[in-house]
């Protein structure tokens, strides 16, 4: 993990930081895609939503375009409400816009739109659900408290309906339970994924790319003092 592959054409936040860094001429720009996938829990299906923000632009030139994901929301009390999803999908994206920002990479600041969202939604409000992100217990844990975390890491199938058509995916994701005043709050983040049909020649990008950014959380509690568990996609 000390020494990151760099992919050109990028695939990650990662990749334009470190082209910028090696003198390359960046161009970015992003859009937005809110697709449904049908998910497994305990062997009952289930309908979410996945956030993605896809950037896009040159490098020195040449096109790229890769997608992200930054939270994933539905109406059950399996992931959080559409309302919360948003609040988090944008926090992560804002720290990626800082991340580029200090690079001197610029780009719009573009954000999920709320309202946007809840249209494809049930028009209804929920109980609350904690929007604390992971650098939130990453503050606190520097700030003197004590926090723990379990980490589990899954690859999970799922069908992402576009338009006009539908594409099985394989996702890699992490589950983080992280411990704070007595009770539990997990945490989900997706690192990556792949086109289940392509698995046999994307999977091995698809596996460093999420193994690269928990890398990064891992250093992050580290130098927090976070109790924690290292576990990587294998």
Known sequence: MDNPIVHNPPISIT???????????????NTFEINEVDLLHEKE?????????????TVDGES???RKCYSRGCTHNL???????VMIANRYLKRDYKTLEK???????????????????????????????????IHIAKDGDEVGVQVSVEKFPAVE????HTEKR??????????????????????????????????QTATELANRRLAAIYTSFDQAGIEYNRAFFE
């Open 15 to 29: 990749d334009l930081v470190l082209l910028k860094q090696k003198g390359a001429v960046i161009t970015v720009d």
């Open 103 to 137: 690079a001197g990479i610029r780009l719009k600041a573009n954000l999920f739109s709320l309202e946007d969202m809840l249209a494809q939604f049930e028009k209804k409000r929920d109980d609350f659900v904690n929007t604390l992100i992971l650098e939130d217990y």
């Open 45 to 57: 299906p289930f309908r979410a939503f996945l956030f993605f923000s896809v950037f896009s632009g």
């Open 161 to 164: 309906n576009f338009a006009n």
């Open 64 to 66: 790229y375009e890769f």
């Open 79 to 85: 992931c959080p409400h559409v309302s919360q999803a």
């Open 170 to 203: 394989l996702f890699y994701a992490a589950n983080f339970n992280v411990d704070y005043l007595g009770e539990t709050h997990i945490c989900h983040r997706c690192f990556s994924c792949c086109i289940t049909e392509r698995e046999r020649e994307d999977a």
